[in-house]
């Protein structure tokens, strides 16, 4: 396991950790990590899969975790940015240092919604969203649709504009988050489009280019993530993926507990299974 500073194009560096096997299968897994959420929550994860041959990379956006500046307020982050820039990165140096592997990319939660924002997406052979979908409040269950638009309809507009970042670990969602980041998490809520529309602002969708298979988890117990949001996302978004659901059931936990993060969770291993089986 080694950590590096990669170089984005426009010169903000990105921390990036490696965790190599002792012997290769010729697989390596990407991840992309949920808004707000460090890359070390994967670590076990990672780590599972090096002992079984893989080449595991996780990193963190620029304005989270090892790839946050000294001063978060003001600084220039986004969604759209993470995967126009952050992610680019880590494919341009996948696509130059491991030719010869079988690429596979996991994209939990907004992880899965910038692989449409990078032309090499087509690099890997197949995707796995974890806890994914077109967040739009309107797909939500009620209680939880609430939450969401007095966070990000009164929360994220009045924080952002008082203290030039979001304070997402106040509301329980997370890091702090750039302004910019907070915005597109807004719009994912608020405007009916969701993922599309944030395609939209970039300029250039290359979702429809995607055709891999993609195997979609979603927890039984995770209560951002729905059936409606996930079917909107893979209809609007991603329609030529070829997709393949499955519900983890909160009494295949040994915790009985796994929601929107806690699948990658060393207490929820025994569930790590479910997607070796899908990267053979």
Same mark, same amino acid.
């Given at each position: 396991?080694?950590?590096?500073?990669l170089?984005?194009?426009?010169?903000?560096p990105?921390a990036a950790?490696?965790?190599?096997? *002792?012997?290769s299968n010729?697989?390596?897994?990407?991840i992309?990590s949920? $808004?707000g959420v460090?890359?070390?929550?994967?670590?076990?994860f990672?780590?599972?899969?090096a002992e079984?041959?893989?080449?595991v #990379?996780?990193?963190?956006?620029?304005?989270?975790?090892?790839?946050k500046? %000294? &001063?978060?307020?003001?600084?220039?982050? @986004?969604?759209?940015?993470?995967?126009?820039?952050?992610?680019?990165?880590l494919?341009?140096?996948?696509?130059?240092?491991?030719?010869?592997?079988?690429?596979?990319?996991?994209?939990?939660? *907004?992880?899965? /919604?910038i692989l449409?924002?990078?032309?090499?997406? /087509?690099?890997?052979e197949?995707?796995?969203?974890?806890?994914?979908?077109?967040?739009? =409040?309107?797909?939500?269950?009620?209680? *939880?649709?609430?939450?969401?638009?007095f966070?990000?309809?009164?929360?994220?507009?009045?924080t952002?504009?008082?203290?030039?970042?979001?304070?997402?670990?106040?509301?329980?969602?997370?890091? @702090?988050l750039?302004?910019g980041?907070?915005?597109d998490? &807004?719009?994912?809520?608020?405007?009916?489009?969701?993922?599309s529309?944030?395609? %939209? &602002?970039?300029?250039?969708?290359?979702?429809?280019?995607l055709?891999?298979? $993609? =195997?979609?988890i979603?927890a039984?117990?995770?209560?951002? *993530?729905?059936?409606?949001?996930?079917?909107? /996302?893979?209809h609007t978004?991603?329609?030529?993926?070829?997709?393949?659901?499955?519900?983890?059931?909160?009494?295949? @936990?040994?915790?009985?507990? #796994?929601?929107?993060?806690?699948?990658?969770? @060393? =207490?929820?291993?025994? /569930?790590?299974?479910?997607?070796?089986? %899908?990267?053979?």
């Open positions: 396991m080694k950590t590096i500073h170089k984005t194009s426009d010169q903000v990105i950790t490696f965790f190599e096997p *002792v012997d010729g697989k390596l897994l990407l992309n949920a $808004t460090k890359q070390q929550i994967y670590f076990s990672a780590k599972y899969f079984r041959g893989f080449t #990379i996780t990193y963190d956006y620029r304005g989270i975790g090892l790839s500046p %000294e &001063k978060i307020k003001g600084f220039q982050a @986004s969604m759209r940015i993470w995967g126009t820039e952050d992610y680019k990165t494919t341009q140096f996948i696509d130059k240092y491991y030719k010869g592997f079988r690429k596979f990319c996991l994209g939990h939660s *907004v992880g899965a /919604l449409g924002m990078n032309p090499d997406s /087509l690099l890997f197949k995707f796995i969203f974890v806890a994914t979908q077109d967040a739009y =409040f309107g797909h939500l269950k009620t209680k *939880v649709a609430v939450t969401a638009l966070g990000f309809g009164i929360a994220v507009p009045a952002t504009k008082l203290l030039g970042y979001f304070p997402a670990h106040w509301f329980g969602l997370g890091e @702090s750039p302004k980041a907070a915005l998490w &807004k719009t994912l809520i608020l405007n009916k489009k969701s993922t529309k944030l395609f %939209e &602002k970039i300029g250039k969708d290359y979702s429809k280019e055709t891999q298979d $993609t =195997f979609i979603h039984e117990d995770d209560s951002w *993530v729905t059936e409606k949001g996930m079917e909107s /996302l893979m978004a991603y329609p030529n993926l070829k997709k393949t659901y499955r519900e983890v059931k909160v009494a295949e @936990s040994e915790k009985r507990e #796994i929601g929107h993060v806690n699948f990658f969770r @060393s =207490f929820n291993k025994n /569930l790590w299974e479910i997607i070796l089986n %899908e990267l053979k």
